[in-house]
């Protein structure tokens, strides 16, 4: 596992233009390297702002966007469509204006989908379609080139919060009962599945959020402190705005 780095910048819009400069990158970089790219998507207002800042960078055309994998590391159990689900959002800031090739974006389960308004059963078959993806030869996973989790107060990520039976799930994907941010019931890839990524980024906005992010990098454990657990098997990125990094530990100040 890789050791975090930090990243602060001015203030939210800031943070979310260069976010939106390194994910181009990374996927430029991907594709270079392996012919293709994926990105694991998150939910929130911070990403919603990243995902805005992509939709208007020139650079962004750069991407060969068909051969780009969109997966979501959670998802809020809604019908289709729903405003709410972290999909709606994703897409109407910026995956509906994207040449993509529709069979590589994976949304998770909807309580109105195939599998009906069983979570359990979305979250069964989210792994599936996450193991149809696995490399001939690897374990049950694709290869996600970056997976970016936004970061709440409480020091959740995607939807794994604190103290929840979530971390007692062994299987790549959960379905979460319970959850304390609205709507109650979810879908998330859990811990060990989020640390198979080549690049975790955690991307957090706003003085509310400088608490967790400060236990997170001081070494919090992270069934209290969910955050803290999550890696990148190359790289773990902290991207942050002033306030957001307002606890972060003196011996990580020097990475600014
Ligand atoms: O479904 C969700 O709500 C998310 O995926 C969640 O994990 C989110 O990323 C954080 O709560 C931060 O959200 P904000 O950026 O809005 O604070």
């Known amino acids: 596992m890789s050791e975090a780095s930090v990243a602060v910048h001015a203030d939210a819009d800031l943070l979310a ?5 390194r994910l181009v990158v990374r996927l430029l970089d991907a594709q270079a390297e392996r012919g293709q790219a994926s990105m694991v998507l998150t939910g929130g207002r911070i990403a919603a702002a990243v995902y805005r800042a992509v939709a208007v960078l020139p650079a962004r055309d750069a991407v060969d966007w068909s051969r780009v994998d969109v997966w979501w590391g959670d998802e809020r159990f809604l ?4 405003p709410e689900r972290n999909e709606t959002q994703a897409r109407a800031a910026l995956l509906d204006g994207l040449p993509l090739d529709p069979a590589r974006v994976h949304p998770m389960p909807a309580s109105d989908g195939p599998t009906g308004d069983d979570p359990e059963a979305g979250a069964a078959e989210y792994a599936a379609e996450l193991a149809r993806a696995a490399r001939p030869g690897h374990a049950a996973l694709p290869h996600f080139d970056v997976l970016m989790l936004g970061v709440g107060e409480d020091g959740h990520v995607a939807s794994v919060f604190p103290e929840h039976p979530v971390h007692h799930d062994t299987r790549p994907v959960s379905a979460v009962r319970g959850s304390p941010k609205p709507p109650p019931v979810r879908t ?6 989020i640390n ?4 975790v980024w955690l991307v957090a906005s706003g003085a509310d959020k400088a608490r967790a992010v400060g236990m997170a990098l001081a070494g919090a454990g992270p069934v209290q402190l969910p955050a803290a657990g999550a890696q990148g098997v190359s790289r773990t990125l902290w991207l942050l705005d002033r306030a957001a990094a307002a606890e972060v530990p003196p011996r990580l100040r020097s990475l600014r």
């Open 196 to 199: 198979t990524a080549e690049e």
């Open 79 to 82: 019908p289709a469509g729903d």
């Open 17 to 21: 233009q260069a976010v939106a400069a």
């Open 188 to 193: 998330t890839l859990t811990l060990p599945t």
